[in-house]
C-alpha cells in the first residue's frame, strides 16, 4: 500500500502535477494546523522536481538499476548455494520464493536491515515449503551472516568507550540513536 501510494505520488508529479498538488493541499488542510502553511504545494514541488530528471533521461538509471539487479541476482545465488550446502534438494522455486519474501521483509521491516522479521519469514517459507525446521533455519542464517554480517564486518567499530561521555549520558545516547534509527525506518 505504502509503495502504492508513493509510486502513484510520483506518477501524478510527472503526468498531472496540479493534481497532485491538489490531493496534498487537501491532505494539509485535513491536518487541522500539524501541518505547516504551504506544506502540500511544496511537497508537489519536491516531487516534481524528483521525477524530472527519470523522465527526461532515463538512460541515466541503467546503470544504477543494473547494479541492485546484479547484487539481488548475486545474493539469490548465493541462497541457492547455501541450499546445497546444506544438503537440501530443493527446486528453483523454493529458494525464489524464501528470498523474495526475505526482500519484501527486509522493506517492510521496522528494524534495521529487516533483522529477526527477514530471518523468521524466510524460514517459515522453507519449512512450509517442506524444508526441515532444522535445515531451514541454518541455511537462513548462513545466508544472512553472508549477505548482511559479512560486509559490514570490514567497516570501522567506534566504541562507546572512546567517546568520553559525562556519566549516564552513554545510555542517553544509545537511546536517542535508537529512536532516531526507528524514526529513519519509518
Same mark, same amino acid.
Given at each position: 500500500?505504502?509503495?502504492?501510494?508513493?509510486?502513484?505520488?510520483?506518477?501524478?508529479?510527472? +503526468?498531472?502535477?496540479?493534481?497532485?498538488?491538489? @490531493?496534498?493541499?487537501?491532505?494539509?488542510? #485535513?491536518? &487541522?494546523?500539524?501541518? =505547516?502553511?504551504?506544506?502540500?504545494? %511544496?511537497?508537489?514541488?519536491?516531487?516534481? %522536481? =524528483?521525477?524530472?530528471?527519470? +523522465?527526461?533521461?532515463?538512460? &541515466?538509471?541503467?546503470?544504477?538499476?543494473?547494479?541492485? #539487479? /546484479?547484487?539481488? #541476482?548475486?545474493? $539469490?545465488?548465493?541462497?541457492?548455494?547455501?541450499?546445497?550446502? +546444506?544438503?537440501?534438494?530443493? =527446486?528453483?522455486?523454493?529458494?525464489?520464493?524464501?528470498?523474495?519474501?526475505? $526482500? #519484501?521483509?527486509?522493506?517492510?521491516?521496522?528494524?534495521?536491515?529487516?533483522? /529477526?522479521?527477514? %530471518?523468521?519469514?524466510?524460514?517459515?517459507?522453507?519449512?512450509?515449503?517442506?524444508?526441515?525446521?532444522?535445515?531451514?533455519?541454518?541455511?537462513? @542464517?548462513?545466508?544472512?551472516? +553472508?549477505?548482511?554480517?559479512?560486509?559490514?564486518?570490514?567497516?570501522?567499530?567506534?566504541?562507546?568507550?572512546? $567517546?568520553?561521555?559525562?556519566? /549516564?549520558?552513554?545510555?542517553?545516547? $544509545?537511546?536517542?540513536?535508537?529512536?532516531?534509527?526507528?524514526?529513519?525506518?519509518?
Amino acid at each position: 500500500l505504502l509503495l502504492g501510494v508513493w509510486g502513484g505520488g510520483l506518477c501524478l508529479a510527472r +503526468f498531472a502535477p496540479e493534481l497532485l498538488a491538489r @490531493l496534498l493541499t487537501r491532505v494539509e488542510k #485535513l491536518s &487541522r494546523g500539524r501541518l =505547516s502553511e504551504g506544506w502540500g504545494a %511544496e511537497q508537489a514541488r519536491h516531487a516534481q %522536481e =524528483s521525477v524530472t530528471p527519470l +523522465f527526461t533521461n532515463p538512460a &541515466r538509471m541503467l546503470t544504477p538499476l543494473s547494479l541492485a #539487479l /546484479g547484487a539481488h #541476482l548475486s545474493d $539469490l545465488g548465493c541462497l541457492w548455494l547455501l541450499t546445497h550446502a +546444506f544438503g537440501l534438494s530443493v =527446486s528453483p522455486g523454493t529458494v525464489l520464493a524464501a528470498f523474495s519474501i526475505g $526482500l #519484501l521483509f527486509w522493506c517492510v521491516s521496522l528494524t534495521p536491515d529487516g533483522i /529477526g522479521a527477514v %530471518e523468521g519469514m524466510m524460514s517459515v517459507v522453507f519449512v512450509s515449503l517442506g524444508v526441515p525446521s532444522h535445515q531451514a533455519v541454518a541455511v537462513v @542464517l548462513a545466508f544472512r551472516g +553472508f549477505a548482511l554480517w559479512l560486509p559490514g564486518a570490514g567497516g570501522r567499530r567506534v566504541t562507546l568507550s572512546r $567517546l568520553r561521555l559525562p556519566e /549516564g549520558r552513554t545510555v542517553k545516547l $544509545l537511546a536517542a540513536a535508537t529512536a532516531l534509527m526507528g524514526v529513519i525506518n519509518l
